[in-house]
């Protein structure tokens, strides 16, 4: 009941409208994000893609709701990937997305102002809840990818992080260094034994100084995970030393029975480094 070809054309006349009288009074007085932005082309981008969306969204009057949300998708996944809308408030975007809904009622009564006596008030009030209902979905699926993109960027920052913080140094003669430093919690130690076992086999390093120096604490799981990383670095033929074990490290081992005793242990990276000949 809510299509009408003669009410689409007529949002279709006032998109590029809509998309002026929506930036003249956007709230541009935010510290962050792609709203306060002075940047002449993140304005002309960020209009274009307001504009998009009402190319995209007024459809709904003249298209069957699957394949209208099949064509919508593509630009609420382009949006919930946007680097500029992904540094923006999500409470900043959905009171944008509420202020256009506004909008899009605002045209409706003036359509309706225009032509009312040629439809029925059930129809004009289908095109009410047609909108609403369209705004909540599009708002739901705007903020699960925004979710998501924003949740893979993060993962992927984890992971450099990580892999900064397990370097492995060489040394000479297939040697190398692994200074360890900060906390070793149970995420950090799972990354310390993929990354390591990854670079000493990519460095073909046979022998690795583990310094624990700069370790202040590490929980259970995590001594479990180191003890896990000596046990699999002897399978692949890796000899190993630990140095500068802080006593509070040292009884956690012990309290866990972990073998350390398999490797050669030294009180300080020089006196393990010395043992190179």
Not at 91 to 100: A, G, K, Q
Request: glycine letters at 4%.
């Amino acid at each position: 009941m809510h299509r009408n070809k003669e009410l689409y054309s007529f949002l279709l006349g006032v998109a590029a409208q809509l998309t002026e009288d929506w930036y003249a009074t956007l709230n541009k007085s935010g510290k962050a994000g792609v709203y306060s932005s002075s940047d002449p082309k993140v304005i002309q981008k960020l209009k274009q893609q307001n504009n998009e969306f009402h190319l995209r969204f007024f459809q709904v009057f003249v298209t069957e709701e699957r394949e209208f949300f099949k064509r919508l998708s593509d630009w609420i996944e382009d949006i919930g990937q946007d680097e500029q809308h992904l540094n923006t408030p999500i409470y900043f975007i959905l009171r944008e997305f509420f202020r256009t809904q506004e909008q899009y009622l605002d045209y409706i009564d003036r359509f309706v102002g225009l032509h009312g006596d040629q439809y029925t008030q059930e129809e004009i009030n289908s095109w009410y809840r047609i909108v609403v209902k369209v705004f909540s979905e599009v708002m739901e699926r705007f903020t699960e990818a925004n979710h998501r993109y924003a949740n893979k960027i993060m993962k992927a920052q984890q992971a450099t992080i990580d892999e900064l913080s397990t370097p492995i140094i060489s040394l000479k003669d297939n040697t190398a260094l692994l200074p360890l430093i900060g906390d070793i919690d149970t995420t950090r130690g799972m990354s310390l034994l993929e990354n390591t076992l990854q670079k000493c086999a990519e460095k073909n390093v046979t022998r690795l100084f583990i310094d624990l120096s700069g370790v202040h604490a590490i929980d259970g799981a995590s001594a479990h995970q180191l003890s896990q990383l000596i046990e699999s670095l002897q399978l692949i033929g890796i000899q190993t030393t630990l140095s500068g074990l802080r006593p509070e490290i040292a009884m956690t081992a012990v309290k866990l029975q972990l073998p350390f005793d398999k490797v050669t242990i030294k009180s300080t990276l020089a006196q393990a480094i010395s043992t190179i000949k």
